[in-house]
């Protein structure tokens, strides 16, 4: 992917409480390694000071063509963290 891409990636989490933290794909040229949309999520996530237990729900959008598909990543990564009610919404 370029930095210049459209239709990255995105993930939205949803707190017990009913808070929701999102993240997106952030990709520089200058830079590596990009971070992928989750950790955007789970970094704003714990600077506003929850746990990820907190978590009941997370979705990701994505391309379903898109040359990087980050679907495996966050569902494990979540799953591991303790969430299990995961949705992923495919754009055209």
Known sequence: MRPTA?????????????????????????FNPTLP??????????????DYPAIQR???AEKADAAL??????VATLKALGCHNIERVLLG
């Open 69 to 74: 598909i980050q679907w495996d990543a966050t």
């Open 6 to 30: 459209t239709r990255l990636p995105g993930v939205a989490l949803e707190l017990k409480d009913g808070t929701i933290f999102s993240g997106s794909y952030a990709e520089n040229a200058a």
């Open 37 to 50: 949309p989750l950790q955007g999520a789970l970094n704003l996530l714990s600077l506003n000071g929850y």
């Open 58 to 60: 997370a979705i990701l």
